[in-house]
């Protein structure tokens, strides 16, 4: 943080590496992918025109699928292999208290308290959102795997698992594309609030306005944190004491 500016530091370089290649990845995906679930429709025919047919779109589609495949193995690594994988891993799990906060909102967004919720490092949203990507990279992942090495899976998986595989594909990432779109870009960047975009994901920074409105509890806890340490013994020492 910087008193000067009122900056605070929401996500390091290593969590905004990770996201970039997830976010490329993911729309690298996202416009090779529906064209092959509907190739009839006049943005397969625009997107096969511009790749020059259906294999060279299938070969960066799978590029993107390495990028997925690659981040998510480093995301994995780095949760359990860091501090501060570890801690932000805590952070983001559920909890009662964010049913707390939904039941609270819900009866502020209809009017019938003056009261919202208020939010530590991660809110609701936003842990809906990183447990999505878990869920939806699980089955991605798999079921991809299954039909890019599909020769070889037949060789020991019942052809209906295959057809499964299909199946889940191709629905989980229409439900991807639609939530992506839909419920992630409008949370982070299209609502009033931060419309036409939030810079957070490449800066890694939070103004101290943004940091009260939408994470209050986080910087209650992070002043509590700064005054302990400007208390302490070795603190006064430092400071000639």
Do not use: C
């Not at 416009?31 to 509907?38: D, F, H, N, S, V």
């Not at 690659?70 to 780095?78: K, S």
């Not at 090495?149 to 295959?162: Q, S, T, Y």
């Amino acid at each position: 943080m910087t008193r000067e500016q009122q900056e605070f530091e929401r996500f390091s370089w290593v969590i905004r590496a990770q996201h970039i290649v997830l976010a490329a990845s993911v729309l690298i995906l996202i416009a090779t992918g529906l064209p092959l679930k509907y190739p009839h429709s006049s943005y397969a025919r625009f997107v096969f025109s511009l790749t020059h047919g259906v294999h060279v779109s299938g070969v960066i589609h799978r590029i993107g699928a390495i990028g997925l495949i690659a981040v998510g193995v480093f995301h994995m690594l780095w949760l359990v292999l860091t501090r501060q994988g570890r801690a932000n891993f805590r952070a983001l799990l559920p909890r009662f208290q964010d049913l707390k906060d939904v039941l609270t909102n819900v009866l502020w967004y209809v009017g019938l308290s003056d009261k919202r919720a208020r939010f530590g490092r991660f809110s609701y949203i936003e842990k809906f959102d990183y447990w999505a990507v878990y869920w939806g990279s699980v089955i991605m992942i798999g079921s991809g795997l299954v039909l890019w090495l599909v020769d070889r899976a037949m060789h020991f998986l019942p052809k209906a698992v295959v057809d499964v595989a299909l199946e889940a594909h191709s629905d989980e990432a229409l439900l991807a594309t639609l939530a992506i779109f839909v419920w992630h870009f409008y949370n982070v960047h299209l609502n009033p609030d931060h419309f036409p975009m939030s810079t957070t994901w490449l800066t890694g920074t939070i103004s101290k306005e943004d940091m009260l409105k939408h994470h209050p509890l986080d910087y209650e806890e992070l002043q509590e944190k700064e005054r302990e340490a400007q208390a302490s013994p070795l603190s006064e020492k430092a400071n000639g004491g």
